[in-house]
Structure formats: structure tokens, C-alpha cells
């Protein structure tokens, strides 16, 4: 509905006086929720809506209804900087200032930047980002200054890119997650590249169902311990190449739940992993896989890996696919595959 002219007829609640009777008949819909957005003007950015036990009750509409149209609003993030370090701690996208709101510590008034300077001396960053975002790509990319991230809120689902999200958060020593909504991401490639502070990642909210690429996901994470993976759907994934690659002092991974029927790429997946000792990846089906060019290469410690449909295509690229890796854990691997080429 164009509202662009009838901006005089909106009164302070948010409706307008000409379609106020219409609204009125619409009370008992389900669909309430969506006929007051669409009667809001722009510069509101359905800031007014917010749930209310009395309110709910008078308009019939229920909690499952008002969460699928409160995913208008703003995602809400809090941010701890390291003290006395400067520069930027959030990269906005080119024309899409107006959808970022950042306030320091309490305060409520608006700053109109996104890096810290010298006389700033604060202790959290507040961040609420409007709906019209749709994508996260490089949001946080190269930002050096900030040591924990804390995801508020976020009931939308529009967000489809993730990408490099975190790349280079070399600083980063927390990240919750836990309330992030992924339902529709399809590209995470890099999104934790180089995030070398991090010792924990929990993972396990995450609905990967829709992710296509998580190519260098984890690259470069060196002081990564444990990353929990429990709950990931990699149905859809073609891509996992640097997958884990890097991730130093790694020592077990959990593997039983990602799928890799429908991946092609898995080279340097696991490569450097030099802390690794043993990995389980039996119910890998790799007949897909057309690269696996280093996959294992420098896993130094590695001395058990438990194979099962791990089939080699003939067509694959096996590079030095354990180069640095110990004798008897190729021959492992050769011996599953004694039809096909090693």
C-alpha cells in the first residue's frame, strides 16, 4: 500500500484516519498485525510495535502470529571494545546508514559512526539494525578493536548472506550466537575466517538447512578448541574446501551429522590441523567430490581416521592429499579404495 502521500493522515498510534474503520473490521484477522504495517509510513521503521499482553488479547492475535510479523524488528547487538584501542567496530554497507542505529554505553542518542576514537571511553556499543537488511556480508570484517559480540534479539529470518561476517576479528575472544536466526542463509564462506582469539564456538542453534557454501568457514580460528556442530544440516552443501583448515589447536571434532552427499569440493578441508589425533568421518559419502587436493596435508598428529563411504572418484583431483600425514594413515585410506585410483 502506498503510503507516501497520506503521511498527514497518520496519527501518533501509527494508523490512518481514513482507513481507522476498515482496520476496526479487520481486528479479529490474523492478519492485523500485517494491515498495521502496511499503514505505517516509512520513517516510522514499525519502531511502535511492540507486543502487549492487553493488546494481543483485544486484536485475537496470537503470540505465534506476532512473531512472525515482529520479524520487522530490528536485529539488537552488544558490543565490548578492547579499551584503548581504536578503529572501526562495525562496517556499514554503502547507502544503508540510515537502517544502523549505534549508541554508546546507556546513552540514547544516536552516533552517526562506526569506529572509536581517541577520547572515546566506553564500555559497550549498542547496535539495532532495521529490516531492510537482508544481508550481513562483511559486517564485521577486519574489526580489530572489538573482544565480545552478543546477539540480543533477532527474531527475522530475511538475512541470506553471512559471509565473511567475522573475517579478521583477530581480537574476538566471545561470541553468542545462540539467538542468531540462519533459516535462510545460504552463503557462510569465511564467516569466522582469521578469527584467531576464539578458544569456543557454539554452534548448535544454527539451521544450516538452506547454506550452500561454507568454504573457509573456520580458516585461520588457530586458538580453537571446541566447536559444536551438533545440530548442522548440510543437505544442500557443495562447497567445504579450508573448511577447517588452520584451526591449530583443534583436537576432536565432531563430524556425524554433516552430510556430503551433495558436496564437490573438499580441498584443504582439513589441512594444518596439526592437533588433530583422530577423526571419524564414516558417514562421509564423498562420490560427488571432484577436488580433494590436500585435504589432509600437515594434519601432523593425526593417526586415526575412520572411513566407511569415503570412495575416491576417479575423476578427483588428489593432490598431495596427505602430504606430511604419516604412512600408515595413506595406507588406510589406500586400502579401503583398492578398486580406484589413489
Given at each position: 500500500?502506498?503510503?507516501?502521500?497520506?503521511?498527514?493522515n497518520?496519527?501518533?498510534?501509527?494508523?490512518k484516519?481514513?482507513?481507522?474503520?476498515?482496520i476496526?473490521?479487520?481486528?479479529?484477522?490474523n492478519?492485523?498485525?500485517?494491515?498495521?504495517l502496511?499503514?505505517?509510513?516509512?520513517?516510522?521503521s514499525?519502531?511502535?510495535?511492540?507486543?502487549?499482553?492487553?493488546?494481543?488479547?483485544?486484536?485475537?492475535?496470537?503470540?505465534k502470529?506476532y512473531?512472525?510479523?515482529?520479524?520487522?524488528?530490528?536485529?539488537?547487538?552488544?558490543?565490548?571494545?578492547?579499551?584503548?584501542?581504536?578503529?572501526?567496530f562495525?562496517?556499514i554497507?554503502?547507502?544503508?546508514?540510515?537502517?544502523?542505529?549505534?549508541?554508546?554505553?546507556?546513552?540514547?542518542?544516536?552516533?552517526?559512526?562506526?569506529?572509536?576514537n581517541?577520547?572515546?571511553?566506553?564500555?559497550?556499543?549498542?547496535?539495532?539494525?532495521?529490516?531492510?537488511?537482508?544481508?550481513?556480508?562483511?559486517?564485521?570484517?577486519?574489526?580489530?578493536?572489538?573482544?565480545?559480540?552478543?546477539?540480543?534479539?533477532?527474531?527475522?529470518?530475511n538475512?541470506?548472506?553471512?559471509?565473511?561476517?567475522?573475517?579478521?576479528?583477530?581480537?574476538?575472544?566471545?561470541?553468542?550466537?545462540?539467538?542468531?536466526?540462519?533459516?535462510?542463509?545460504?552463503?557462510?564462506?569465511?564467516?569466522?575466517?582469521?578469527?584467531?582469539?576464539?578458544?569456543?564456538?557454539?554452534?548448535?542453534?544454527?539451521n544450516?538447512?538452506?547454506?550452500?557454501?561454507?568454504?573457509?568457514l573456520?580458516?585461520?580460528c588457530s586458538?580453537l578448541?571446541?566447536?559444536?556442530?551438533?545440530?548442522?544440516?548440510?543437505?544442500?552443501?557443495?562447497?567445504?574446501n579450508?573448511?577447517?583448515?588452520?584451526?591449530?589447536s583443534l583436537?576432536?571434532?565432531?563430524?556425524?551429522?554433516?552430510?556430503?552427499?551433495?558436496?564437490?569440493?573438499?580441498?584443504?578441508?582439513?589441512?594444518?590441523?596439526?592437533?588433530?589425533?583422530?577423526?571419524?568421518?564414516s558417514?562421509?559419502?564423498?562420490?560427488?567430490?571432484?577436488?580433494?587436493?590436500y585435504?589432509?596435508?600437515?594434519?601432523?598428529?593425526?593417526?586415526?581416521?575412520?572411513?566407511?563411504?569415503?570412495?575416491?572418484?576417479?575423476?578427483?583431483?588428489?593432490t598431495?592429499?596427505?602430504?606430511?600425514?604419516?604412512?600408515e594413515?595413506?595406507?588406510?585410506?589406500?586400502?579401503?579404495?583398492?578398486?580406484?585410483?589413489?
Amino acid at each position: 500500500m502506498d503510503t507516501t502521500d497520506d503521511t498527514k493522515n497518520i496519527r501518533k498510534d501509527g494508523f490512518k484516519q481514513n482507513n481507522s474503520k476498515n482496520i476496526l473490521n479487520n481486528l479479529k484477522s490474523n492478519y492485523f498485525l500485517k494491515i498495521l504495517l502496511d499503514n505505517l509510513p516509512k520513517n516510522k521503521s514499525l519502531k511502535i510495535i511492540k507486543y502487549n499482553k492487553k493488546f494481543q488479547n483485544r486484536i485475537k492475535v496470537s503470540i505465534k502470529d506476532y512473531k512472525e510479523y515482529s520479524e520487522h524488528s530490528p536485529i539488537e547487538l552488544e558490543l565490548i571494545p578492547i579499551k584503548n584501542k581504536l578503529g572501526i567496530f562495525i562496517n556499514i554497507p554503502d547507502k544503508e546508514e540510515e537502517f544502523f542505529h549505534i549508541y554508546f554505553d546507556d546513552r540514547k542518542e544516536e552516533i552517526n559512526r562506526n569506529h572509536l576514537n581517541e577520547k572515546d571511553k566506553i564500555k559497550t556499543i549498542q547496535i539495532k539494525i532495521d529490516y531492510q537488511i537482508i544481508s550481513f556480508q562483511n559486517l564485521f570484517k577486519q574489526c580489530k578493536c572489538i573482544e565480545s559480540i552478543n546477539c540480543k534479539k533477532f527474531y527475522r529470518n530475511n538475512i541470506i548472506n553471512m559471509s565473511f561476517m567475522f573475517f579478521g576479528c583477530s581480537s574476538l575472544k566471545e561470541l553468542n550466537l545462540s539467538k542468531f536466526n540462519t533459516n535462510n542463509v545460504e552463503n557462510m564462506v569465511g564467516m569466522f575466517y582469521g578469527c584467531s582469539s576464539l578458544k569456543e564456538l557454539n554452534l548448535s542453534s544454527f539451521n544450516t538447512s538452506n547454506v550452500i557454501y561454507l568454504g573457509y568457514l573456520f580458516f585461520k580460528c588457530s586458538l580453537l578448541e571446541k566447536i559444536n556442530l551438533s545440530n548442522f544440516n548440510t543437505n544442500k552443501v557443495v562447497d567445504m574446501n579450508y573448511m577447517f583448515s588452520k584451526c591449530s589447536s583443534l583436537k576432536e571434532l565432531n563430524l556425524s551429522n554433516i552430510n556430503t552427499n551433495n558436496v564437490t569440493d573438499m580441498n584443504n578441508m582439513f589441512s594444518e590441523c596439526i592437533s588433530l589425533k583422530k577423526l571419524d568421518i564414516s558417514n562421509f559419502n564423498t562420490n560427488n567430490v571432484t577436488n580433494m587436493s590436500y585435504m589432509f596435508s600437515r594434519c601432523l598428529s593425526l593417526k586415526e581416521i575412520y572411513i566407511s563411504d569415503f570412495n575416491i572418484n576417479v575423476e578427483a583431483n588428489i593432490t598431495d592429499m596427505f602430504l606430511g600425514c604419516s604412512f600408515e594413515l595413506e595406507k588406510k585410506i589406500s586400502d579401503a579404495n583398492k578398486n580406484r585410483r589413489v
